[in-house]
């Protein structure tokens, strides 16, 4: 297995809009992520630079235009990102976080009965 790179809470914003667009340009995640950020595009260049330079993004230059993809996927990120996780806050051990969520009250009839489900096809 491949070693993801380490990214950010704020990088992690920047890589879903690559991931939802297809080769998006510099100017398209300044416009995707401007409207829900405070941040300025300088500040969004930064962080693409970042990911670029971690392996998470490449890009492709068309004269003045980057278009940027992603070298990782969503998923696999996600996935590692979860295990860091539940390492970090269980010591590993998913049951104390599956006890967690369980006993949360907020949980709904239907959630249950998904989660049973996945329990079950586990066995």
Not at 104 to 116: F, H, Q, T, V
């Amino acid at each position: 297995m491949k070693k993801l790179p380490k990214i950010s809470e704020a990088e992690w914003q920047v890589m879903k809009v690559v991931w939802a667009k297809k080769n998006p340009t510099t100017n398209d995640v300044v416009d995707a992520l401007t409207p829900t950020t405070a941040w300025k595009p300088k500040t969004i260049m930064t962080m693409l630079k970042r990911l670029v330079d971690k392996g998470a993004l490449g890009f492709e230059q068309k004269g003045r235009i980057y278009e940027y993809f992603p070298k990782v996927g969503e998923a696999e990120c996600e996935k590692a990102e979860s295990r860091s996780f539940i390492q970090r806050v269980y010591g590993g051990s998913l049951k104390p976080m599956l006890s967690h969520f369980i006993e949360d009250k907020s949980l709904s009839k239907a959630e249950i009965e998904e989660l049973k489900k996945i329990l079950e096809q586990k066995r």
